[in-house]
């Protein structure tokens, strides 16, 4: 079992910028892929960004530019950096590993339990 505990949410003014981490713990997997989701009220979860076990990396076409994600292999951590954020970022955000790069839920198998991100206007 892998155990994924995100953190570095918050509320934060429109064009302002928020870092998430994303802890791994237990029988962590280090060729897995790790992810960002997000799920506003309302709407279906949809995938925000996504590293794999080389550093490639992959991003929604909404927030290309504005957001990055990076890994660190020796802390089992991934993080999201989020700049000149929207009220329309404002979702809660999971993130997800597994051993496909995928950027569909079907592609990974462990979920961490989210972390909210407000984005006021």
């Known amino acids: 079992q892998v155990q994924l505990v995100e953190s570095g949410g918050g509320l934060v003014q429109a064009g302002g910028s928020l870092r998430l981490s994303c802890a791994a713990s237990?029988?962590?997997?280090?060729?897995?892929?790790r992810a960002w989701f997000r799920q506003a009220p309302g709407k279906e979860r949809e995938f925000v960004s996504a590293?794999?076990?080389?550093?490639?990396?992959y991003y929604s076409d909404s927030v290309k530019g504005r957001f990055t994600i990076s890994r660190d292999n020796a802390k089992n951590t991934i993080y999201l950096q989020m700049n000149s954020l929207k009220p329309e970022d404002t979702a809660a955000y999971y993130c997800?590993?597994?051993?496909?790069?995928?950027?569909?839920?079907?592609?990974?198998?462990?979920w961490g339990q989210g972390t909210q991100v407000t984005v006021s206007a």
């Open positions: 237990g029988r962590t997997y280090g060729t897995y892929a």
């Open positions: 590293i794999n076990w080389s550093g490639d990396t």
């Open positions: 997800a590993t597994g051993p496909a790069d995928s950027q569909t839920e079907a592609g990974y198998i462990y």
